[in-house]
Each structure stands twice: as structure tokens, then as C-alpha cells.
């Protein structure tokens, strides 16, 4: 299945590809490195909406169009709608895309082949996983311009240590794909003509795990991610007990003990 979200031009802004229980969504903004509008962050909604509610698909990726995977806000735009409704609610979507990336059942990587710079950057840190180009870069540039990136450095944050999150806030200066993988910002780095199936190895992966279990364990993981130790350990007992109890362990448990390779009953 292939589907569309629209501007008011003929172009479409984001593109959806479904293909083997892999949902591909594509920033297509091209000309505009794509930037995050207003628009485009409603068309990221809306997919992200449909997808957490379609048990076909397995994993997505968020990947881009043309030189840039996306230089964050579209700055252009705010510059020309200055008022605390406009900018204050870009915010707030852009915070609930963030959110629904965490959210939806579904693993999300990001494929970045390009630079990553300030809601970029945390669009590539709010993913669950995400594969680089050696030529991809990433910072948290506002401070450049006089702008905190306060909303990237919660996501960043909370992918790499205070200390490399302080630096990469207070400079603005770029970080290369190595050092991103080294910092812990991403988890794969390729040559660029590498890139696509670094993404599809990696998809696959993941689909050739039960699916109830990656959901419940995303869930869990982000849930006790922001807790004290003592009730992290008592929702992950809750969790694995559960998971225990289930078919999905009763089946990879059993397969281990007959000496076969589990049969996941996805759907």
C-alpha cells in the first residue's frame, strides 16, 4: 500500500510505503532540507495514528528525501506567524509526534543519510533505533541562533550523558556519525550505499521476533526508563511474569527445550 499526505501544492509532504509489515514514511521536503512545518508534523500525526492501530505492521522507518534527513522547525514559517498560538502550538505537536513515536506499538528507526539539526536531531533521538550514514551529522544548533533546543534536548538527553547532551546544547556545534554512534545518538553506521539494507537487516531482525513481546517490551521499557529503581523492578517483575504466563513464551521456551526454531504466531 502506498499513500500520501498532501500540502495545498501538488507535492506530497510525507510519503507512505508499506511493504513485507514494514511501514516506510518519507519526508519529501526536499527543497526546504525537510523542515518540520506545521504541516508536516500533522502528516507525521496522522500516519503515526493510523499505523499504532494496524497490527500488519511490524516496524517503521522514518527516513527523508533529498541532501538532508531534516534541519529541525521550519524557521521561515515561524518568522512569519510570531504569535504565542502559532509557536506555542507547534511546540506542543511537535512534543505530541515525539510522544506518539514512543507510543505506538510498533519498533521505529530512523534512517539518517544526512545532517540532523535541532528538531531533526531529536526526531532521530526520539526513534527507538536509528541507522546513520557515515556522511549523516547531527547537532542541536539553536543556541547558534539564539534559540535553547530545549524540546531536542529532552530526547537527546536522554540518548547520550549529561555531560555530551550539555555540550552538544551549549555549542551547537555539529557531531559526526562516528561520535554519535560512540555517544550512543545512533546504533548503526554505514557507507551510504550501505544504508538501505543496513535498515532492512536491521527491520528484519525485528520482525522475526514475536510482535506482542517487542510491543510490551517498548511499553515497559519507556515506562520504567523515567522511574526510581525500586518500582522500575516491580513493574519489570509484574511485565516478565506475565510475559512468562503467556503463548509467546510458552512457545520460544518450549522450541529451546525441543531444540527448534520457535513458530511466532504474529497477528
Same mark, same amino acid.
Given at each position: 500500500m502506498d499513500t500520501t499526505a498532501n500540502t495545498t @501544492?501538488?507535492?506530497?509532504?510525507?510519503l507512505r510505503s508499506d511493504a513485507d509489515g514494514i511501514a516506510t514514511l518519507t519526508l519529501n521536503r526536499p527543497r526546504?532540507?525537510?523542515a518540520l512545518s506545521m504541516d508536516m508534523l500533522d502528516a507525521l500525526q496522522t500516519a503515526l495514528d493510523d499505523i499504532a #492501530?494496524?497490527? @500488519? !505492521?511490524?516496524?517503521v522507518v522514518?527516513?527523508?528525501?533529498?541532501?538532508?534527513?531534516?534541519?529541525? %522547525? #521550519?524557521?521561515?514559517?515561524?518568522?512569519?506567524?510570531?504569535?504565542?498560538?502559532?509557536?506555542?502550538?507547534?511546540? #506542543?505537536k511537535c512534543c505530541k509526534v515525539m510522544m506518539s513515536i514512543t507510543r505506538v506499538p510498533q519498533p521505529v528507526i530512523a534512517r539518517v %543519510?544526512? !545532517?540532523?539539526?535541532?528538531? *531533526?536531531?531529536?526526531l532521530v533521538a526520539g526513534c527507538d533505533l536509528a541507522v546513520a550514514s557515515?556522511?549523516?551529522?547531527?547537532?542541536t544548533s539553536g543556541i547558534n541562533f *539564539?534559540?535553547?533546543?530545549a524540546t531536542p534536548g529532552v530526547a537527546v538527553s536522554r540518548n547520550v550523558s549529561r555531560k555530551q547532551a550539555m555540550e552538544m546544547l551549549m555549542?551547537?556545534?555539529?557531531? #559526526?556519525?562516528?561520535t554519535a554512534l560512540e555517544w550512543g545518538l545512533v546504533n548503526r553506521v554505514v557507507p551510504p550505499e550501505q544504508l538501505d539494507n543496513a535498515v532492512r537487516e536491521l527491520a528484519d531482525l525485528l520482525l522475526s521476533k514475536p510482535q506482542a513481546v517487542l510491543a510490551a517490551g517498548k511499553k515497559f521499557f519507556y515506562r520504567q526508563i523515567e522511574m526510581d529503581m525500586e518500582p522500575a523492578y516491580k513493574l519489570a517483575s509484574q511485565v516478565i511474569t506475565d510475559n512468562m504466563l503467556g503463548p509467546d513464551a510458552l512457545e520460544g521456551v518450549g522450541a529451546f527445550a525441543e531444540k527448534r526454531k520457535p513458530q511466532w504466531k504474529n497477528k
Amino acid at each position: 500500500m502506498d499513500t500520501t499526505a498532501n500540502t495545498t @501544492s501538488a507535492e506530497p509532504m510525507l510519503l507512505r510505503s508499506d511493504a513485507d509489515g514494514i511501514a516506510t514514511l518519507t519526508l519529501n521536503r526536499p527543497r526546504q532540507f525537510n523542515a518540520l512545518s506545521m504541516d508536516m508534523l500533522d502528516a507525521l500525526q496522522t500516519a503515526l495514528d493510523d499505523i499504532a #492501530d494496524d497490527p @500488519s !505492521i511490524r516496524v517503521v522507518v522514518i527516513a527523508a528525501n533529498g541532501k538532508a534527513f531534516c534541519p529541525g %522547525h #521550519d524557521l521561515k514559517e515561524m518568522l512569519a506567524n510570531r504569535t504565542q498560538e502559532f509557536v506555542g502550538g507547534l511546540f #506542543d505537536k511537535c512534543c505530541k509526534v515525539m510522544m506518539s513515536i514512543t507510543r505506538v506499538p510498533q519498533p521505529v528507526i530512523a534512517r539518517v %543519510h544526512g !545532517i540532523a539539526t535541532a528538531a *531533526g536531531c531529536q526526531l532521530v533521538a526520539g526513534c527507538d533505533l536509528a541507522v546513520a550514514s557515515t556522511e549523516a551529522k547531527f547537532a542541536t544548533s539553536g543556541i547558534n541562533f *539564539g534559540l535553547f533546543c530545549a524540546t531536542p534536548g529532552v530526547a537527546v538527553s536522554r540518548n547520550v550523558s549529561r555531560k555530551q547532551a550539555m555540550e552538544m546544547l551549549m555549542t551547537g556545534d555539529f557531531i #559526526d556519525a562516528a561520535t554519535a554512534l560512540e555517544w550512543g545518538l545512533v546504533n548503526r553506521v554505514v557507507p551510504p550505499e550501505q544504508l538501505d539494507n543496513a535498515v532492512r537487516e536491521l527491520a528484519d531482525l525485528l520482525l522475526s521476533k514475536p510482535q506482542a513481546v517487542l510491543a510490551a517490551g517498548k511499553k515497559f521499557f519507556y515506562r520504567q526508563i523515567e522511574m526510581d529503581m525500586e518500582p522500575a523492578y516491580k513493574l519489570a517483575s509484574q511485565v516478565i511474569t506475565d510475559n512468562m504466563l503467556g503463548p509467546d513464551a510458552l512457545e520460544g521456551v518450549g522450541a529451546f527445550a525441543e531444540k527448534r526454531k520457535p513458530q511466532w504466531k504474529n497477528k
